[in-house]
């Protein structure tokens, strides 16, 4: 039995608004944008090209509306996800939008588990594939996509046929930077490893010497936490799972609070494991975080953040995942470039899995913009650089920090913190944490906060330590900070100061014009590190004018400053 789902009076005339301008691109000069109607996508009928997937021997698909697919609640919703093999997207002249949120796969919880329920691991749940150039709209502010643990995105774009994420406003062309928080975002569920789960140690999340990650009974694990959003589930014990595959993507004006005092991001991870692909992705003008990664060992490559009102890179519970070439650019008000915690706020900074990110070539241009101040301004805190902090391990190499207010204007632009405890700082002394072939220039270049620090010295262990016991030698080198008198009037940018420019210039140098950091000599090779990751790297931070990877398919990079 087809159902064919009929539209109100109301609902025909939002959906034909939502074929105005915006500053989407919704047919990329190279997409053929003619609809096969010999093919129904699930055996449907012929001239209807809209998403269908068949349950229970029903069939399931969106309605036609002018060039667009629409899909009432009926078709999925957060009370009622696609729980089919596969369900597809493909490319139409107009656009996809949803009434309601777009749930993927069955959400197995920890008492449907305990009570004997098989939690789906990677691809034993619903597929969801969306073809490139594809623009997927959510019309009500608390809508999001949900892959379930053991379900799969496939969202592989182009750089002329990106795959968008956004509201039903942008399209409407009345979005502005100011309009974050429009809908909820990307959530992905997976079954890696979260230190909010017990390792079976002393130094774990729990007592006892049984593991949440040991297979019992019914299941290969017993780790299974409540995501933020709608209830779901993540966690488990495969770090090297696979919950699909995004390649440029674009997620815009998301981060909507789904519930109270939960607020969503751009691209959430929950979980997820390094047979994930995150390729060529960017978060644009997020109520919350960018990229917030709970736990898992994804790993990203080529990923852009621009205008989120949190931080742009956020992670915690235990995640070691690598990200190599990230461009962060604060255009008004924003927290931090990364946030990295072990923990969060009243836990213990030592519980295990630790948390360690190995980053290289970041380019994080801060604003000098504070705390709800500025044109676009947030309450989440002043524009900074990374910080690490409640025991957090890090390794960051090939990266540059700095500002694009005038006279490079910042606050603090990489703090380390041990308010709550010694791990952050203890990490830094032992050469856990590692730091190499970084660049920053700032006025406010370095902090360090926290009762535990005593006289450690962070410009000096950047520098290679040594200078007391409490920062011994270690093994950083070529970290360069710029600051004070030593700034120079031009960027370090290609742009200049007052833009939104990302490109790494060709000389770095000092207030005088002096040569401080060569790119052909002084950079990281983190090949060594991961050769399966990571690439050699020839140019410090994220992009530079003979690699601009971000051209074509990003948004908010060509609009004036307006801080």
Avoid at 10 to 38: Q, R
Avoid at 89 to 109: K, M, P, R, Y
Avoid at 307 to 323: H, T, V
């Amino acid at each position: 039995m087809k159902k064919i789902f009929a539209l109100t009076a109301m609902s025909s005339a939002l959906l034909l608004a939502a074929c105005g301008g915006g500053d989407i691109n919704l047919s990329p000069t190279n997409i053929d944008n003619s609809v096969d109607n010999s093919t129904s996508n699930g055996g449907s009928g012929g001239s209807n090209p809209c998403a269908s997937y068949v349950e229970s021997g029903q069939t399931y698909q969106g309605q036609v509306v002018g060039a667009d697919c629409f899909y009432p609640a009926s078709f999925v919703s957060s009370a009622n996800p696609i729980t089919a093999p596969t369900v597809k997207f493909q490319t139409i002249a107009g656009v996809h939008e949803f009434a309601d949120s777009l749930f993927i796969g069955d959400d197995v919880d920890a008492q449907a588990a305990a009570a004997g329920t098989l939690i789906p691991q990677e691809g034993e749940g619903t597929k969801l594939t969306i073809d490139a150039g594809v623009t997927m709209v959510f019309k009500r502010p608390e809508s999001y996509v949900r892959i379930a643990r053991g379900s799969q995105i496939f969202a592989e774009g182009t750089p002329g046929s990106p795959i968008t994420f956004t509201a039903d406003e942008d399209i409407d062309g009345v979005a502005t930077e100011d309009d974050r928080g429009l809908w909820g975002g990307l959530q992905i569920n997976g079954n890696g490893k979260t230190n909010k789960c017990h390792d079976g140690t002393a130094s774990g999340s729990g007592t006892g010497a049984v593991s949440d990650f040991v297979a019992t009974a019914n299941n290969v694990h017993n780790c299974n936490q409540e995501a933020e959003g709608q209830p779901a589930t993540y966690g488990g014990n495969n770090n090297a799972e696979s919950s699909g595959v995004l390649k440029y993507v674009v997620v815009k004006h998301a981060g909507f609070e789904v519930i109270d005092g939960n607020e969503l991001n751009a691209v959430t991870l929950n979980g997820v494991g390094s047979g994930t692909i995150i390729s060529h992705v960017q978060a644009y003008t997020t109520q919350d975080d960018g990229f917030e990664m709970f736990g898992g060992a994804v790993n990203l490559d080529h990923i852009v953040v621009v205008n989120a009102g949190d931080d742009s890179i956020d992670y915690s519970e235990g995640y070691n995942g690598k990200i190599q070439y990230a461009v962060v650019v604060h255009t008004s008000g924003a927290n931090r470039c990364i946030e990295g915690d072990n923990t969060g706020s009243n836990r213990g900074d030592g519980i295990t899995p630790k948390t360690n990110l190995i980053i290289s070539n970041m380019t994080c241009v801060t604003s000098g913009i504070k705390e709800n101040t500025g044109v676009n301004a947030t309450s989440k805190g002043d524009s900074e650089g990374p910080l690490f902090r409640e025991g957090v391990h890090f390794q960051m190499y090939n990266s540059i920090v700095t500002s694009n207010a005038a006279g490079m204007a910042s606050q603090e632009c990489l703090e380390l913190d041990d308010t709550e405890g010694p791990q952050t700082i203890d990490a830094a002394q032992d050469k856990t944490s590692k730091a190499s072939s970084n660049v920053i220039a700032c006025t406010e270049a370095t902090k360090v906060s926290g009762a535990t620090k005593g006289s450690f010295d962070l410009v000096n262990w950047l520098a290679g330590g040594g200078i007391n016991a409490d920062t011994p030698a270690n093994d950083n080198t070529n970290n360069v900070i710029i600051t004070g008198a030593d700034l120079p009037a031009q960027s370090l940018i290609v742009g200049g100061v007052g833009t939104r420019g990302y490109k790494t210039a060709a000389a770095i140098t000092n207030g005088a014009g002096t040569p401080v950091f060569d790119q052909a000599s002084a950079l990281t090779d983190v090949s060594t590190i991961d050769a399966s990751f990571f690439t050699k790297p020839t140019y410090l931070g994220g992009a530079n004018a003979g690699d601009d990877w971000l051209a074509g398919w990003t948004v908010g990079l060509t609009a004036p400053l307006n801080p």
